[in-house]
Protein backbone atom coordinates (compact mmCIF):
# COMPACT_ATOMS: atom_id res chain seq x y z
CA UNK A 1 0.00 0.00 0.00
CA UNK A 2 1.80 3.08 -0.77
CA UNK A 3 -0.65 5.87 -0.63
CA UNK A 4 0.17 9.26 0.02
CA UNK A 5 -0.82 9.07 3.22
CA UNK A 6 1.51 6.54 4.30
CA UNK A 7 3.77 8.17 3.01
CA UNK A 8 3.84 11.08 4.88
CA UNK A 9 4.30 8.81 8.16
CA UNK A 10 6.90 7.37 7.12
CA UNK A 11 9.39 10.24 7.09
CA UNK A 12 8.73 12.30 9.88
CA UNK A 13 12.52 13.96 9.41
CA UNK A 14 11.94 16.52 7.57
CA UNK A 15 8.04 17.01 8.36
CA UNK A 16 8.68 18.15 11.69
CA UNK A 17 5.73 20.73 11.52
CA UNK A 18 3.24 18.33 11.25
CA UNK A 19 0.92 19.71 13.35
CA UNK A 20 0.92 22.68 11.20
CA UNK A 21 -0.38 21.19 7.98
CA UNK A 22 -3.59 20.66 8.99
CA UNK A 23 -3.63 24.21 9.72
CA UNK A 24 -2.78 25.33 6.36
CA UNK A 25 -5.08 22.73 4.95
CA UNK A 26 -7.98 24.62 6.68
CA UNK A 27 -6.69 27.72 5.98
CA UNK A 28 -6.68 27.00 1.98
CA UNK A 29 -9.83 25.51 2.25
CA UNK A 30 -11.33 28.69 3.70
CA UNK A 31 -9.50 30.31 0.64
CA UNK A 32 -10.45 28.48 -2.12
CA UNK A 33 -13.99 28.75 -0.53
CA UNK A 34 -14.07 32.88 -0.12
CA UNK A 35 -12.73 33.22 -3.41
CA UNK A 36 -15.21 31.26 -5.18
CA UNK A 37 -17.99 32.96 -3.06
CA UNK A 38 -16.37 36.63 -3.99
CA UNK A 39 -16.53 35.33 -7.39
CA UNK A 40 -19.99 34.51 -7.57
CA UNK A 41 -21.12 37.00 -5.90
CA UNK A 42 -19.08 40.24 -7.96
CA UNK A 43 -20.66 38.64 -10.74
CA UNK A 44 -24.16 38.63 -9.64
CA UNK A 45 -24.25 41.92 -7.52
CA UNK A 46 -21.72 43.99 -9.48
CA UNK A 47 -23.72 44.39 -13.39
CA UNK A 48 -27.77 45.38 -11.56
CA UNK A 49 -25.89 47.57 -8.14
CA UNK A 50 -22.62 49.20 -9.54
CA UNK A 51 -24.75 51.66 -11.86
CA UNK A 52 -21.89 52.10 -14.59
CA UNK A 53 -21.44 51.40 -18.20
CA UNK A 54 -18.92 48.91 -19.23
CA UNK A 55 -19.36 50.11 -22.75
CA UNK A 56 -18.50 53.50 -21.84
CA UNK A 57 -15.90 54.60 -24.27
CA UNK A 58 -13.67 57.50 -22.99
CA UNK A 59 -10.85 57.77 -26.35
CA UNK A 60 -9.20 60.54 -24.01
CA UNK A 61 -7.98 57.90 -21.32
CA UNK A 62 -7.82 55.27 -23.56
CA UNK A 63 -4.58 52.86 -22.34
CA UNK A 64 -3.97 54.07 -19.40
CA UNK A 65 -2.12 51.66 -17.26
CA UNK A 66 -3.53 50.61 -13.81
CA UNK A 67 -4.05 53.57 -11.89
CA UNK A 68 -6.68 54.37 -8.73
CA UNK A 69 -9.52 55.47 -11.00
CA UNK A 70 -9.19 52.42 -12.63
CA UNK A 71 -7.54 49.47 -10.68
CA UNK A 72 -7.03 47.29 -14.21
CA UNK A 73 -6.20 50.25 -16.35
CA UNK A 74 -7.85 51.11 -19.73
CA UNK A 75 -8.28 49.26 -22.64
CA UNK A 76 -7.67 50.64 -26.41
CA UNK A 77 -11.00 52.59 -26.38
CA UNK A 78 -10.88 53.85 -22.93
CA UNK A 79 -13.15 51.72 -21.35
CA UNK A 80 -12.37 50.41 -17.69
CA UNK A 81 -11.00 47.15 -17.67
CA UNK A 82 -12.03 46.11 -13.93
CA UNK A 83 -15.60 46.68 -15.02
CA UNK A 84 -15.11 44.60 -18.53
CA UNK A 85 -13.75 41.98 -16.26
CA UNK A 86 -16.26 41.28 -14.36
CA UNK A 87 -18.81 41.68 -16.80
CA UNK A 88 -16.37 38.82 -19.01
CA UNK A 89 -16.21 37.10 -16.16
CA UNK A 90 -20.04 36.80 -16.19
CA UNK A 91 -20.38 35.51 -19.74
CA UNK A 92 -17.73 33.26 -19.28
CA UNK A 93 -19.62 31.84 -15.96
CA UNK A 94 -22.61 31.39 -17.54
CA UNK A 95 -21.38 29.90 -20.36
CA UNK A 96 -19.67 27.57 -18.43
CA UNK A 97 -22.39 26.81 -15.87
CA UNK A 98 -24.76 26.80 -18.82
CA UNK A 99 -22.57 23.66 -20.67
CA UNK A 100 -21.65 22.06 -17.64
CA UNK A 101 -25.09 21.37 -16.78
CA UNK A 102 -26.29 20.52 -20.02
CA UNK A 103 -22.73 18.04 -20.48
CA UNK A 104 -23.90 16.45 -16.85
CA UNK A 105 -27.37 15.99 -17.58
CA UNK A 106 -26.43 14.29 -21.13
CA UNK A 107 -23.69 12.50 -19.44
CA UNK A 108 -25.74 11.25 -16.42
CA UNK A 109 -28.42 9.80 -18.85
CA UNK A 110 -26.25 8.13 -21.30
CA UNK A 111 -23.91 6.74 -18.88
CA UNK A 112 -26.73 5.89 -16.41
CA UNK A 113 -29.12 4.13 -19.58
CA UNK A 114 -25.94 2.30 -20.29
CA UNK A 115 -24.78 0.85 -16.65
CA UNK A 116 -28.65 -0.11 -16.26
CA UNK A 117 -29.46 -1.58 -19.82
CA UNK A 118 -25.83 -3.60 -19.87
CA UNK A 119 -25.39 -6.20 -22.67
CA UNK A 120 -25.05 -4.62 -25.94
CA UNK A 121 -26.86 -1.37 -25.20
CA UNK A 122 -23.83 -0.28 -22.78
CA UNK A 123 -21.14 -1.48 -25.26
CA UNK A 124 -22.19 -0.05 -28.23
CA UNK A 125 -22.76 3.24 -26.51
CA UNK A 126 -19.36 3.08 -24.33
CA UNK A 127 -17.44 2.38 -28.15
CA UNK A 128 -19.61 5.43 -29.12
CA UNK A 129 -17.69 7.32 -26.13
CA UNK A 130 -14.47 5.96 -26.66
CA UNK A 131 -14.54 7.27 -30.44
CA UNK A 132 -15.99 10.53 -29.67
CA UNK A 133 -12.91 10.71 -27.17
CA UNK A 134 -10.53 10.04 -29.54
CA UNK A 135 -11.07 13.45 -30.99
CA UNK A 136 -9.51 16.24 -29.40
CA UNK A 137 -12.07 18.37 -27.72
CA UNK A 138 -10.91 21.85 -28.57
CA UNK A 139 -10.94 20.83 -32.00
CA UNK A 140 -14.33 18.85 -32.09
CA UNK A 141 -15.68 22.91 -30.68
CA UNK A 142 -13.90 24.36 -33.76
CA UNK A 143 -15.66 22.34 -35.70
CA UNK A 144 -18.81 22.62 -34.65
CA UNK A 145 -18.69 26.37 -34.04
CA UNK A 146 -17.50 27.11 -37.34
CA UNK A 147 -19.97 25.13 -39.14
CA UNK A 148 -22.98 27.08 -36.93
CA UNK A 149 -21.76 30.40 -36.90
CA UNK A 150 -20.12 31.45 -33.75
CA UNK A 151 -22.19 32.51 -31.24
CA UNK A 152 -23.42 32.11 -27.71
CA UNK A 153 -25.35 29.17 -28.32
CA UNK A 154 -23.14 27.43 -30.36
CA UNK A 155 -20.45 27.84 -28.35
CA UNK A 156 -22.83 26.38 -25.49
CA UNK A 157 -23.37 23.27 -27.09
CA UNK A 158 -19.94 22.99 -28.72
CA UNK A 159 -18.81 22.87 -25.02
CA UNK A 160 -21.70 20.65 -23.52
CA UNK A 161 -21.12 18.09 -26.74
CA UNK A 162 -17.56 17.52 -25.87
CA UNK A 163 -17.52 17.02 -22.41
CA UNK A 164 -20.46 14.94 -21.37
CA UNK A 165 -18.11 11.82 -22.48
CA UNK A 166 -16.24 11.88 -19.10
CA UNK A 167 -19.30 12.61 -16.86
CA UNK A 168 -21.16 9.62 -18.69
CA UNK A 169 -17.76 7.39 -18.27
CA UNK A 170 -17.90 7.90 -14.21
CA UNK A 171 -21.69 7.48 -14.03
CA UNK A 172 -21.49 4.38 -15.72
CA UNK A 173 -18.76 3.00 -13.34
CA UNK A 174 -20.85 3.95 -10.65
CA UNK A 175 -23.94 2.26 -12.11
CA UNK A 176 -21.82 -0.96 -12.40
CA UNK A 177 -20.61 -0.49 -8.62
CA UNK A 178 -24.26 -0.45 -7.53
CA UNK A 179 -26.01 -2.71 -9.14
CA UNK A 180 -23.98 -5.66 -7.57
CA UNK A 181 -25.14 -4.11 -4.16
CA UNK A 182 -27.59 -6.39 -2.02
CA UNK A 183 -29.97 -3.08 -2.29
CA UNK A 184 -30.69 -3.78 -5.72
CA UNK A 185 -31.24 -6.93 -5.95
CA UNK A 186 -33.28 -6.49 -2.79
CA UNK A 187 -35.38 -3.72 -5.02
CA UNK A 188 -35.49 -6.27 -7.95
CA UNK A 189 -36.82 -9.25 -5.84
CA UNK A 190 -39.49 -6.95 -4.90
CA UNK A 191 -40.71 -6.45 -7.92
CA UNK A 192 -39.48 -2.81 -8.99
CA UNK A 193 -39.47 -2.46 -12.61
CA UNK A 194 -35.79 -1.51 -14.46
CA UNK A 195 -36.92 1.63 -14.67
CA UNK A 196 -38.08 2.21 -10.82
CA UNK A 197 -34.46 0.82 -10.26
CA UNK A 198 -32.65 2.82 -12.34
CA UNK A 199 -34.30 6.31 -11.11
CA UNK A 200 -35.17 5.64 -7.64
CA UNK A 201 -32.28 3.51 -6.61
CA UNK A 202 -28.87 3.92 -9.13
CA UNK A 203 -29.52 7.49 -9.84
CA UNK A 204 -29.47 8.66 -6.37
CA UNK A 205 -25.91 6.66 -5.96
CA UNK A 206 -24.53 8.12 -8.66
CA UNK A 207 -25.36 11.84 -8.21
CA UNK A 208 -22.57 12.99 -5.88
CA UNK A 209 -20.00 12.06 -8.34
CA UNK A 210 -21.68 13.43 -11.52
CA UNK A 211 -22.14 16.69 -9.39
CA UNK A 212 -18.57 16.45 -8.23
CA UNK A 213 -17.97 16.26 -11.96
CA UNK A 214 -20.27 19.13 -12.69
CA UNK A 215 -18.26 21.58 -10.77
CA UNK A 216 -15.42 20.44 -12.34
CA UNK A 217 -16.38 21.04 -15.24
CA UNK A 218 -17.37 24.15 -15.00
CA UNK A 219 -13.69 25.96 -15.05
CA UNK A 220 -12.93 23.93 -17.67
CA UNK A 221 -15.94 25.02 -19.79
CA UNK A 222 -14.80 28.58 -19.25
CA UNK A 223 -11.73 27.39 -20.51
CA UNK A 224 -12.86 26.36 -23.73
CA UNK A 225 -14.87 29.16 -24.13
CA UNK A 226 -12.46 31.52 -23.64
CA UNK A 227 -10.06 29.34 -25.95
CA UNK A 228 -13.22 29.62 -28.81
CA UNK A 229 -13.34 33.27 -28.36
CA UNK A 230 -9.71 33.76 -28.45
CA UNK A 231 -9.38 32.35 -31.63
CA UNK A 232 -12.37 34.10 -32.94
CA UNK A 233 -14.56 31.43 -32.90
CA UNK A 234 -16.73 32.36 -30.04
CA UNK A 235 -18.69 34.56 -28.88
CA UNK A 236 -19.11 38.22 -30.69
CA UNK A 237 -15.93 40.35 -29.81
CA UNK A 238 -18.08 43.11 -28.80
CA UNK A 239 -19.84 41.09 -25.96
CA UNK A 240 -16.98 40.78 -23.13
CA UNK A 241 -16.04 37.83 -22.20
CA UNK A 242 -12.46 36.55 -20.67
CA UNK A 243 -11.31 34.96 -24.40
CA UNK A 244 -12.71 37.92 -26.64
CA UNK A 245 -11.05 40.62 -23.93
CA UNK A 246 -7.67 38.84 -24.58
CA UNK A 247 -8.26 38.52 -28.17
CA UNK A 248 -9.22 42.45 -28.32
CA UNK A 249 -6.11 43.06 -26.31
CA UNK A 250 -3.59 41.68 -28.91
CA UNK A 251 -3.31 44.68 -31.04
CA UNK A 252 -2.44 46.71 -27.28
CA UNK A 253 -0.21 43.67 -26.47
CA UNK A 254 1.39 44.08 -29.23
CA UNK A 255 2.23 47.82 -28.45
CA UNK A 256 3.56 47.03 -25.69
CA UNK A 257 0.49 47.55 -22.97
CA UNK A 258 0.20 44.38 -20.65
CA UNK A 259 -2.55 45.29 -18.47
CA UNK A 260 -5.35 44.50 -20.98
CA UNK A 261 -3.99 40.96 -21.12
CA UNK A 262 -2.90 40.21 -17.85
CA UNK A 263 -6.04 41.36 -16.08
CA UNK A 264 -8.62 39.00 -17.91
CA UNK A 265 -6.11 35.95 -17.72
CA UNK A 266 -6.25 35.82 -14.12
CA UNK A 267 -9.94 36.01 -13.45
CA UNK A 268 -9.76 32.97 -15.36
CA UNK A 269 -6.76 31.49 -13.01
CA UNK A 270 -7.53 32.41 -9.91
CA UNK A 271 -11.45 30.83 -10.02
CA UNK A 272 -10.52 27.61 -11.59
CA UNK A 273 -7.95 27.19 -8.87
CA UNK A 274 -10.48 27.78 -6.35
CA UNK A 275 -12.89 25.61 -7.72
CA UNK A 276 -9.85 22.86 -7.81
CA UNK A 277 -9.25 23.58 -4.33
CA UNK A 278 -12.84 22.93 -3.10
CA UNK A 279 -13.81 20.10 -5.22
CA UNK A 280 -10.07 18.12 -4.28
CA UNK A 281 -10.95 18.75 -0.48
CA UNK A 282 -14.60 17.14 -1.26
CA UNK A 283 -12.72 14.45 -2.78
CA UNK A 284 -10.46 14.14 0.10
CA UNK A 285 -13.10 14.25 2.45
CA UNK A 286 -15.23 11.46 0.74
CA UNK A 287 -12.26 9.27 -0.30
CA UNK A 288 -9.47 10.43 2.48
CA UNK A 289 -7.11 7.56 1.21
CA UNK A 290 -6.46 9.53 -2.10
CA UNK A 291 -4.82 12.48 -1.54
CA UNK A 292 -4.76 15.64 -3.41
CA UNK A 293 -4.30 14.72 -7.04
CA UNK A 294 -4.17 16.99 -10.05
CA UNK A 295 -7.92 17.89 -10.20
CA UNK A 296 -8.08 20.79 -13.29
CA UNK B 1 13.73 -11.25 -20.61
CA UNK B 2 14.13 -14.10 -22.81
CA UNK B 3 13.10 -12.95 -26.29
CA UNK B 4 12.03 -9.79 -27.74
CA UNK B 5 8.29 -8.60 -27.65
CA UNK B 6 8.00 -8.15 -31.56
CA UNK B 7 5.26 -10.34 -31.61
CA UNK B 8 2.61 -9.28 -29.39
CA UNK B 9 4.08 -5.48 -30.60
CA UNK B 10 3.15 -6.01 -34.02
CA UNK B 11 -0.13 -7.80 -33.22
CA UNK B 12 -1.38 -5.35 -30.97
CA UNK B 13 -0.41 -2.74 -33.63
CA UNK B 14 -2.33 -5.00 -36.65
CA UNK B 15 -5.36 -4.71 -33.81
CA UNK B 16 -5.29 -1.13 -32.87
CA UNK B 17 -5.00 -0.63 -36.49
CA UNK B 18 -8.13 -2.45 -37.48
CA UNK B 19 -9.97 -0.74 -34.58
CA UNK B 20 -8.67 2.75 -36.19
CA UNK B 21 -10.62 1.84 -39.21
CA UNK B 22 -14.63 2.06 -37.38
CA UNK B 23 -13.49 4.77 -35.33
CA UNK B 24 -12.28 6.84 -38.36
CA UNK B 25 -15.53 6.05 -40.11
CA UNK B 26 -17.82 7.18 -37.96
CA UNK B 27 -15.63 10.59 -37.17
CA UNK B 28 -16.01 11.07 -40.59
CA UNK B 29 -19.17 10.27 -41.03
CA UNK B 30 -20.27 12.92 -37.82
CA UNK B 31 -18.39 15.20 -39.58
CA UNK B 32 -20.56 14.81 -42.68
CA UNK B 33 -23.35 14.86 -40.67
CA UNK B 34 -22.81 17.84 -38.45
CA UNK B 35 -22.21 19.48 -42.14
CA UNK B 36 -25.09 18.18 -43.14
CA UNK B 37 -27.24 19.87 -40.65
CA UNK B 38 -25.31 22.74 -39.99
CA UNK B 39 -26.35 26.10 -42.17
CA UNK B 40 -23.34 26.48 -44.07
CA UNK B 41 -23.58 26.39 -47.74
CA UNK B 42 -20.81 24.71 -49.67
CA UNK B 43 -21.89 27.02 -52.91
CA UNK B 44 -21.08 30.58 -51.25
CA UNK B 45 -18.16 29.21 -49.58
CA UNK B 46 -16.63 27.48 -52.68
CA UNK B 47 -17.77 30.88 -54.62
CA UNK B 48 -16.65 32.90 -51.78
CA UNK B 49 -17.38 36.97 -52.41
CA UNK B 50 -18.25 36.05 -56.12
CA UNK B 51 -21.12 34.50 -55.21
CA UNK B 52 -22.85 37.96 -54.10
CA UNK B 53 -22.31 38.82 -58.21
CA UNK B 54 -23.79 35.91 -59.42
CA UNK B 55 -26.86 35.29 -61.03
CA UNK B 56 -28.76 32.59 -59.96
CA UNK B 57 -28.47 30.31 -63.15
CA UNK B 58 -24.40 30.38 -62.21
CA UNK B 59 -25.59 29.50 -58.65
CA UNK B 60 -27.47 26.49 -59.46
CA UNK B 61 -24.43 24.91 -61.85
CA UNK B 62 -22.14 24.79 -59.16
CA UNK B 63 -24.64 24.00 -57.24
CA UNK B 64 -25.10 21.01 -58.96
CA UNK B 65 -21.10 20.36 -59.97
CA UNK B 66 -20.47 20.32 -56.14
CA UNK B 67 -23.29 17.71 -55.46
CA UNK B 68 -24.56 19.72 -52.96
CA UNK B 69 -28.38 18.46 -53.44
CA UNK B 70 -27.01 15.07 -53.00
CA UNK B 71 -27.71 13.30 -49.68
CA UNK B 72 -24.74 13.67 -47.46
CA UNK B 73 -24.10 9.90 -47.03
CA UNK B 74 -23.68 9.92 -50.74
CA UNK B 75 -20.92 12.75 -50.44
CA UNK B 76 -19.43 11.25 -47.39
CA UNK B 77 -19.04 7.76 -49.36
CA UNK B 78 -17.06 10.00 -52.11
CA UNK B 79 -15.12 11.73 -50.10
CA UNK B 80 -13.80 8.34 -48.29
CA UNK B 81 -13.05 6.89 -51.47
CA UNK B 82 -11.06 9.45 -53.16
CA UNK B 83 -9.57 10.16 -49.64
CA UNK B 84 -7.75 6.59 -50.21
CA UNK B 85 -7.10 7.47 -53.25
CA UNK B 86 -4.74 10.56 -51.54
CA UNK B 87 -7.20 13.23 -53.12
CA UNK B 88 -8.77 14.97 -50.01
CA UNK B 89 -10.27 17.57 -52.11
CA UNK B 90 -9.74 21.40 -52.54
CA UNK B 91 -8.96 23.75 -49.77
CA UNK B 92 -10.69 27.07 -50.42
CA UNK B 93 -9.25 29.00 -47.78
CA UNK B 94 -5.10 27.99 -48.99
CA UNK B 95 -6.39 28.06 -52.53
CA UNK B 96 -4.35 25.00 -52.94
CA UNK B 97 -5.25 20.27 -53.01
CA UNK B 98 -5.90 19.67 -49.22
CA UNK B 99 -3.20 17.16 -49.18
CA UNK B 100 -0.79 19.71 -50.72
CA UNK B 101 -2.04 21.60 -47.50
CA UNK B 102 -1.09 18.71 -44.92
CA UNK B 103 2.22 17.69 -46.44
CA UNK B 104 3.86 21.00 -46.64
CA UNK B 105 2.75 22.19 -42.97
CA UNK B 106 2.60 18.56 -41.44
CA UNK B 107 6.44 19.09 -41.06
CA UNK B 108 6.49 22.43 -39.04
CA UNK B 109 3.55 21.29 -36.45
CA UNK B 110 5.57 18.14 -35.69
CA UNK B 111 8.59 19.95 -35.00
CA UNK B 112 7.16 22.05 -32.88
CA UNK B 113 5.17 19.35 -30.52
CA UNK B 114 8.34 17.13 -30.71
CA UNK B 115 10.49 19.64 -29.44
CA UNK B 116 7.90 21.09 -26.97
CA UNK B 117 7.24 18.36 -25.43
CA UNK B 118 11.08 16.74 -25.38
CA UNK B 119 11.66 20.00 -23.20
CA UNK B 120 8.61 19.05 -20.89
CA UNK B 121 9.79 15.24 -20.08
CA UNK B 122 12.80 16.95 -19.61
CA UNK B 123 12.35 19.43 -17.11
CA UNK B 124 9.33 18.10 -15.69
CA UNK B 125 11.21 15.21 -15.08
CA UNK B 126 14.02 17.39 -13.23
CA UNK B 127 11.28 19.52 -10.85
CA UNK B 128 9.30 16.55 -9.93
CA UNK B 129 12.32 15.01 -8.52
CA UNK B 130 13.58 18.14 -6.86
CA UNK B 131 9.89 18.51 -5.54
CA UNK B 132 9.29 14.61 -4.74
CA UNK B 133 13.08 14.54 -2.55
CA UNK B 134 11.22 16.51 0.51
CA UNK B 135 7.55 16.35 0.33
CA UNK B 136 6.43 19.66 2.14
CA UNK B 137 9.22 21.49 1.65
CA UNK B 138 9.82 24.79 0.56
CA UNK B 139 11.06 23.34 -3.37
CA UNK B 140 8.19 21.23 -3.06
CA UNK B 141 5.30 23.62 -2.52
CA UNK B 142 7.08 26.21 -4.67
CA UNK B 143 6.97 23.61 -7.53
CA UNK B 144 3.53 21.98 -6.95
CA UNK B 145 2.06 25.56 -6.45
CA UNK B 146 3.65 26.88 -10.16
CA UNK B 147 2.26 23.92 -11.42
CA UNK B 148 -0.83 24.18 -10.28
CA UNK B 149 -1.06 28.07 -11.49
CA UNK B 150 0.34 27.16 -14.83
CA UNK B 151 -2.16 24.44 -15.25
CA UNK B 152 -4.93 26.58 -14.85
CA UNK B 153 -3.69 29.37 -16.75
CA UNK B 154 -4.56 29.21 -20.53
CA UNK B 155 -1.99 28.51 -23.14
CA UNK B 156 -2.52 31.74 -25.00
CA UNK B 157 -2.87 33.77 -22.55
CA UNK B 158 0.63 32.57 -21.48
CA UNK B 159 1.80 32.65 -25.39
CA UNK B 160 0.68 36.22 -25.53
CA UNK B 161 2.74 37.55 -22.45
CA UNK B 162 5.63 35.33 -23.33
CA UNK B 163 5.84 37.71 -26.76
CA UNK B 164 5.08 40.79 -24.59
CA UNK B 165 7.90 40.02 -21.98
CA UNK B 166 10.83 38.01 -24.65
CA UNK B 167 10.44 39.55 -28.06
CA UNK B 168 8.91 43.63 -27.15
CA UNK B 169 10.45 44.07 -23.15
CA UNK B 170 13.33 41.93 -23.95
CA UNK B 171 13.82 41.83 -27.66
CA UNK B 172 15.56 38.52 -27.48
CA UNK B 173 13.37 36.36 -29.44
CA UNK B 174 11.02 36.71 -32.40
CA UNK B 175 7.37 37.51 -31.95
CA UNK B 176 6.39 34.79 -34.68
CA UNK B 177 6.25 33.28 -38.01
CA UNK B 178 9.10 31.14 -39.63
CA UNK B 179 11.36 33.64 -40.76
CA UNK B 180 12.23 37.00 -40.18
CA UNK B 181 9.78 39.65 -42.07
CA UNK B 182 11.39 40.27 -45.81
CA UNK B 183 13.18 36.98 -46.27
CA UNK B 184 11.43 33.83 -46.77
CA UNK B 185 14.04 32.05 -46.66
CA UNK B 186 14.28 29.03 -43.71
CA UNK B 187 18.00 28.95 -42.71
CA UNK B 188 18.96 26.87 -40.06
CA UNK B 189 20.23 29.66 -37.10
CA UNK B 190 16.87 31.35 -37.97
CA UNK B 191 14.45 28.14 -37.39
CA UNK B 192 16.21 27.96 -33.87
CA UNK B 193 15.61 31.33 -33.33
CA UNK B 194 12.14 31.30 -34.22
CA UNK B 195 11.09 28.28 -32.34
CA UNK B 196 12.53 28.76 -29.09
CA UNK B 197 9.35 30.66 -28.08
CA UNK B 198 6.56 28.82 -29.29
CA UNK B 199 7.91 25.58 -28.39
CA UNK B 200 9.03 27.07 -25.14
CA UNK B 201 5.36 27.56 -24.48
CA UNK B 202 3.73 24.51 -25.43
CA UNK B 203 6.43 22.93 -23.15
CA UNK B 204 5.51 25.42 -20.37
CA UNK B 205 1.84 24.23 -20.94
CA UNK B 206 2.62 20.79 -21.17
CA UNK B 207 4.66 20.61 -18.39
CA UNK B 208 2.48 20.76 -15.08
CA UNK B 209 1.13 17.68 -15.47
CA UNK B 210 4.40 15.92 -15.87
CA UNK B 211 5.91 17.34 -13.35
CA UNK B 212 3.14 16.92 -10.99
CA UNK B 213 2.61 12.77 -12.28
CA UNK B 214 6.52 12.80 -11.95
CA UNK B 215 6.49 14.19 -7.97
CA UNK B 216 3.46 11.80 -7.35
CA UNK B 217 5.11 8.86 -8.71
CA UNK B 218 8.62 9.22 -7.27
CA UNK B 219 7.43 10.32 -3.82
CA UNK B 220 5.73 7.06 -3.75
CA UNK B 221 8.44 4.73 -4.76
CA UNK B 222 10.73 6.76 -2.13
CA UNK B 223 8.48 5.46 0.16
CA UNK B 224 8.85 1.69 -0.69
CA UNK B 225 10.43 -0.95 0.33
CA UNK B 226 13.36 -1.68 -1.93
CA UNK B 227 14.23 2.16 -1.36
CA UNK B 228 14.16 1.79 2.67
CA UNK B 229 16.35 -1.60 1.90
CA UNK B 230 19.06 1.04 -0.20
CA UNK B 231 18.98 3.30 2.03
CA UNK B 232 20.06 0.75 4.78
CA UNK B 233 22.35 -0.64 2.97
CA UNK B 234 24.13 2.87 3.12
CA UNK B 235 23.49 3.81 -0.67
CA UNK B 236 24.35 7.03 -1.38
CA UNK B 237 21.20 9.24 -1.60
CA UNK B 238 22.01 10.36 -5.11
CA UNK B 239 22.09 6.70 -6.22
CA UNK B 240 18.95 5.91 -3.97
CA UNK B 241 17.02 8.98 -5.84
CA UNK B 242 18.01 8.40 -9.62
CA UNK B 243 18.39 4.64 -9.58
CA UNK B 244 16.08 3.42 -7.56
CA UNK B 245 13.18 5.97 -6.98
CA UNK B 246 13.54 7.91 -10.41
CA UNK B 247 13.66 4.49 -12.12
CA UNK B 248 10.48 2.79 -10.74
CA UNK B 249 8.60 6.03 -10.39
CA UNK B 250 8.74 7.25 -13.75
CA UNK B 251 7.94 4.23 -15.68
CA UNK B 252 4.09 4.61 -15.01
CA UNK B 253 4.55 8.07 -15.77
CA UNK B 254 6.07 7.48 -19.11
CA UNK B 255 4.27 4.89 -20.25
CA UNK B 256 1.21 7.71 -20.56
CA UNK B 257 3.26 10.10 -22.51
CA UNK B 258 1.62 8.86 -25.44
CA UNK B 259 -2.46 9.50 -24.24
CA UNK B 260 -1.45 13.00 -24.01
CA UNK B 261 -1.54 13.69 -27.57
CA UNK B 262 -4.94 15.68 -27.55
CA UNK B 263 -3.86 17.92 -25.06
CA UNK B 264 -1.05 18.67 -27.55
CA UNK B 265 -3.14 18.85 -30.23
CA UNK B 266 -5.31 21.37 -28.23
CA UNK B 267 -2.03 23.63 -27.04
CA UNK B 268 -0.89 23.51 -30.74
CA UNK B 269 -3.94 24.83 -32.57
CA UNK B 270 -3.95 28.11 -29.97
CA UNK B 271 0.10 28.32 -29.66
CA UNK B 272 0.48 28.18 -33.45
CA UNK B 273 -2.10 30.36 -34.09
CA UNK B 274 -0.58 32.75 -31.71
CA UNK B 275 3.00 32.74 -33.05
CA UNK B 276 2.08 32.31 -36.84
CA UNK B 277 3.52 29.02 -37.10
CA UNK B 278 2.73 27.42 -40.19
CA UNK B 279 2.12 24.57 -39.07
CA UNK B 280 -1.57 22.35 -39.68
CA UNK B 281 -2.95 23.58 -36.28
CA UNK B 282 -2.68 26.99 -37.04
CA UNK B 283 -4.49 25.74 -40.75
CA UNK B 284 -7.00 24.30 -38.87
CA UNK B 285 -8.34 27.52 -37.34
CA UNK B 286 -7.93 29.57 -40.32
CA UNK B 287 -10.09 26.89 -42.26
CA UNK B 288 -12.33 26.89 -39.28
CA UNK B 289 -12.62 31.08 -39.57
CA UNK B 290 -13.23 30.44 -43.33
CA UNK B 291 -15.70 27.40 -42.81
CA UNK B 292 -13.00 25.89 -45.06
CA UNK B 293 -15.44 22.50 -44.71
CA UNK B 294 -12.77 19.92 -46.92
CA UNK B 295 -9.60 21.10 -45.05
CA UNK B 296 -11.36 21.13 -41.78
CA UNK B 297 -13.01 17.99 -42.52
CA UNK B 298 -9.09 16.40 -43.34
CA UNK B 299 -7.42 17.84 -40.65
CA UNK B 300 -10.16 16.43 -38.11
CA UNK B 301 -9.48 12.80 -39.60
CA UNK B 302 -5.86 13.03 -39.18
CA UNK B 303 -5.78 14.93 -35.38
CA UNK B 304 -8.15 11.74 -34.61
CA UNK B 305 -5.50 9.15 -36.41
CA UNK B 306 -2.88 10.96 -34.29
CA UNK B 307 -4.68 10.47 -30.80
CA UNK B 308 -5.50 6.64 -31.68
CA UNK B 309 -1.59 6.68 -32.58
CA UNK B 310 -1.12 7.84 -29.19
CA UNK B 311 -3.15 5.72 -27.45
CA UNK B 312 -0.73 2.77 -28.78
CA UNK B 313 2.23 4.00 -28.84
CA UNK B 314 1.52 4.09 -24.73
CA UNK B 315 0.29 0.67 -24.79
CA UNK B 316 3.42 -0.62 -26.59
CA UNK B 317 5.66 1.83 -24.55
CA UNK B 318 3.91 0.30 -21.31
CA UNK B 319 4.29 -3.80 -22.70
CA UNK B 320 7.53 -2.60 -23.54
CA UNK B 321 9.10 -1.07 -20.20
CA UNK B 322 6.91 -3.28 -17.78
CA UNK B 323 7.59 -6.85 -18.31
CA UNK B 324 4.77 -7.82 -16.05
CA UNK B 325 2.44 -6.08 -18.56
CA UNK B 326 1.27 -8.70 -21.22
CA UNK B 327 0.23 -7.20 -24.67
CA UNK B 328 -2.28 -10.23 -25.55
CA UNK B 329 -4.09 -8.87 -23.03
CA UNK B 330 -4.65 -5.69 -24.31
Known sequence: MTTDADTADVRPAWRAHGTSRRSTHVLRLRACAALVTVTVLAVLLVPPLVQLDQQAVDLAAKLEPPSWAHPFGTDDVGRDLLLRCVYGLRVSLLVGVVAALTAT?????????????????????????????????????????????????????????????????????????????????????????RWRVTVRHLLPGVLPQAG????????????????LSFLGLGLPTHTASLGTLIQGARGSLLAGQWWPTLFPGLFLIVPTLAVAGLAGAWRERINPRRRSELML | MTHAPWRPMARLTARRALYAVPVLLVVTFGVFAVAAASPFDPVKAYAGTAALGADQETLDRLRDNLGVDRPFTARWW????????????????????????????????????????????????VLGVLAARRPGSLVD????????????????????????????????LPAGGLTDTGSDRVTFGGLIEHLVLPAGVLAVSQLPWFTLYVRQGVGDALAEDPVRGARAR???????????????????????????????ITGALLVETVFSWPGIASATVEAATAVDFPLLAALTTLATAAVLAGNLLADLLYGLIDPRVKLEEM
Do not use: K, N
Open chain 1, 212 to 227: LAAVLMVPHAMWHESA
Open chain 2, 78 to 125: DWLTSALGGDLGQSAVMRQPVAEVIGERLLWSTLLCAVAFAAAVLLGT
Open chain 2, 234 to 264: GLSERTVLLGHALRSGLLPVLTLIGSRVPEL
Open chain 1, 105 to 193: VIGTAVGAAAGALGGWADRLVMRLVDTLSSVPHLLLGIFIVAMFRPGVWPVVISVALTHWLSTARIVRAEVLSLRSRPFIDAAVSGGAS
Open chain 2, 141 to 172: RAVTSAAYVLEAAPVFWIALLAVWLFALQLDV
